[in-house]
């Protein structure tokens, strides 16, 4: 689409004829109008911030028509805002408005009446300078002149505005969620922002865009046929982002607009339908159940496509996500010495040390940091006569407070006609790859078959395939089939850990407490009497004597799961672990025998192993995945799952 390459936003070539950046000037003194001032046969300058627009759109004769509404503070009510109708012979020529919020200053606009009230249109020696609304950015123009002034005093005007536009809903972009793809719902309208990655012409009034967010929707969708159509693609892209590809069907007056788009352009579609797919009366009843995305002839309540400038207000987040899908989609093609140690940094793996040694001052345990989810280690110099605690050298990951956060949640007025949405607060989990293609095959072909774990919650969820899983952006959440294929530790008395939940400070149970004969500890399951040796040597170091807190036993457990597409690694542990198993508190299981071979029982039917005759039961799980770094690798852990297994 053509427009001013301002530099900012992504290439735009071929879009239409491109322009020499405008030229700053000063000189002539203006006055400006205020909006509640505006009156009808009258030429004025004024500044003020867009509420609404249309996208240029081809009018009925040979020119491009653009609508905007305009408002002020000096408004009491913003629904009185100024309506303007502008024409221009090229869409290049027509202000270069990119999203509610911008601000303009407009020279010589000619008010007019239409239908009883106000209407702005360009006036003899018209000019237009838009800036961007957001607080912070850059207070560069662009603008549909080459020539223009611009003194300080302007910039003052437009700071001015920005902080107005930033104090008000209507206008501030930034205080409202951007739909993703992941938040569509059947039947809602949406402006969104994506890339294209392939676009094809089905006949005179259609054009077919395969677009991807680097999210995926929760609803089935309709895939559309290429039989017979010339598809023009991003090569080096589409492998990259299969499972996140969706099929965009734009008609009529969209058509031409959209041919002037290629594939790698991002783009903005505005009043998007998520409709209810209609299929043919040959086709298959199930298929009723898709929905597909349209764009519908007609401008009404801004429909169009525009192109996406980087600087628009979820464009940096958005291309945050699809690094990431692309970066993980990269990783899963390696060689597979390179995917070995890839996965091996991204899995987190629990490791423990082969044999123990006495706590002195160079051995160390795990201090687990809940404000960043990282079991950090920490240094213990102090030594117990009678602990012999093993060493762990691994990195655990608490995804609690990290993961939480995961759910793409969106609350939305709901306005249908202005393009807004509803967007009802849900867990967002992607659905299983087969109900991208059809209805038929999304339904679960494991769903009659009994599985060894259920969920506690989520249930109206899709199923996600595990290789879907392993290239979405984090955090997110999941529901999984998929069964058991190794677990660790193998030894389930070491499944239980040393907890202190005063400093988070983590150990393998001591030799002391391992003893049989030991009988130091009460018939409690989870309290042990073992002290915390981090905060015995804080408290050492104070003046007041303070009582150091005892630690606790948690369950630490890492699965490995396969479900035919691929394999994660998840860990489980505190309170998701012992709802996992079924609400059987965590203990020191080298003492209590009867919890031993309860747990036994339940991970020799969960993976019974190469050599058993008896397949390995499919597993029902939820599965966060999180990060503890902004750059780091992937992390997944099992949550609100429980066994539906009885131990023998």
């Not at 239409?16 to 006055?31: A, V």
């Not at 509610?100 to 300078?129: E, M, T, W």
Request: charged content about 25%; hydrophobic content about 30%; overall charge negative.
């Amino acid at each position: 689409m053509s427009r001013i390459n301002d530099g900012a936003g992504p290439s735009t070539s071929g879009h239409g004829n491109t322009r020499p950046p405008p030229k700053t000037r000063t000189g002539r003194k203006y006055s400006y109008t205020k909006l509640c001032d505006v009156k009808v046969r009258t030429t004025v300058n004024l500044y003020a911030a867009v509420k609404f627009f249309k996208p240029p759109f081809p009018s009925r004769g040979t020119d491009y028509c653009m609508v905007v509404k305009l408002v002020d503070p000096s408004l009491d009510d913003l629904d009185e805002g100024l309506k303007c109708l502008f024409f221009a012979k090229e869409e290049s020529l027509l202000p270069q408005i990119y999203s509610i919020g911008d601000i303009v200053r407009i020279h010589r606009l000619k008010v007019d009446n239409y239908r009883g009230a106000p209407q702005g249109n360009k006036g003899p020696g018209f000019s237009c300078l838009v800036f961007d609304g957001r607080q912070g950015a850059p207070t560069q123009p662009r603008s549909d002149s080459q020539n223009f002034t611009f003194e300080p005093e302007d910039e003052e005007k437009v700071l001015e505005l920005r902080q107005w536009v930033t104090l008000t809903p209507e206008l501030n972009v930034m205080s409202c969620d951007c739909p993703t793809l992941a938040d569509v719902e059947e039947g809602q309208y949406y402006d969104l922002s994506c890339q294209i990655v392939s676009m094809a012409r089905v006949d005179e009034t259609c054009v077919l865009f395969q677009v991807w967010d680097g999210t995926i929707p929760a609803v089935p969708f309709r895939k559309a046929e290429f039989h017979g159509l010339f598809l023009d693609q991003k090569d080096d892209l589409v492998q990259k982002v299969k499972g996140h590809l969706v099929d965009v069907f734009i008609f009529d007056n969209h058509v031409s607009t959209a041919l002037k788009f290629k594939p790698g352009d991002f783009v903005r579609i505005q009043n998007l339908h998520v409709a209810k797919y209609k299929p043919p009366d040959s086709d298959a009843g199930p298929s009723d159940e898709l929905v597909e995305f349209v764009v519908h002839k007609g401008t009404s309540f801004g429909r169009g496509l525009t192109a996406l400038s980087s600087d628009h207000p979820n464009f940096k987040d958005m291309e945050s996500v699809m690094k990431q899908v692309i970066e993980r989609s990269t990783a899963a093609d390696l060689p597979t010495s390179e995917q070995h140690e890839t996965d091996t940094a991204a899995r987190g793996a629990v490791k423990r040390a082969t044999t123990g040694e006495s706590l002195d001052q160079n051995s160390e345990g795990m201090l687990v940091d809940d404000t960043d989810s990282n079991v950090q280690q920490g240094n213990s110099r102090d030594q117990e006569q009678d602990s012999n605690v093993q060493e762990r050298d691994n990195t655990m990951q608490q995804g609690d407070s990290t993961a939480q956060g995961s759910n793409v949640t969106h609350e939305r007025d709901s306005n249908v006609q202005k393009g807004n949405s509803n967007l009802k607060e849900k867990n967002s989990i992607v659905p299983e790859e087969g109900s991208f293609v059809s209805s038929s095959n999304s339904t679960d072909r494991r769903c009659l078959q009994e599985t060894g774990t259920v969920i506690t919650g989520h249930h109206h969820i899709t199923v996600t395939p595990i290789h879907a899983v392993l290239t979405h952006y984090t955090p997110f959440k999941f529901r999984l089939k998929a069964q058991l294929v190794d677990y660790s530790p193998r030894d389930v008395r070491e499944f239980c850990l040393l907890f202190c939940y005063t400093c988070n400070y983590c150990i393998e149970i001591p030799s002391s407490l391992k003893q049989k004969d030991c009988q130091k500890e009460g018939r409690q399951h989870s309290r042990s009497c073992f002290p915390c040796l981090r905060c015995k040597k804080t408290q050492s170091r104070n003046t007041e004597c303070a009582v150091v807190p005892t630690m606790k036993y948690i369950y630490v457990v890492k699965f490995i799961l396969d479900d035919g597409t691929g394999s994660l690694e998840a860990h489980m542990w505190k309170e998701h672990a012992e709802v996992f198993f079924k609400d059987l508190p965590p203990c020191n299981l080298y003492q209590r025998q009867e919890d031993r071979q309860v747990l036994s029982d339940y991970m020799q039917q969960l993976c019974p192993g190469a050599a058993s005759q008896t397949a390995a039961p499919w597993m029902e799980c939820c599965i966060m995945s999180y990060t503890v770094k902004d750059s780091g690798p992937a992390l997944y852990q099992i949550f609100d799952t429980s066994l539906a297994l009885e131990a023998a």
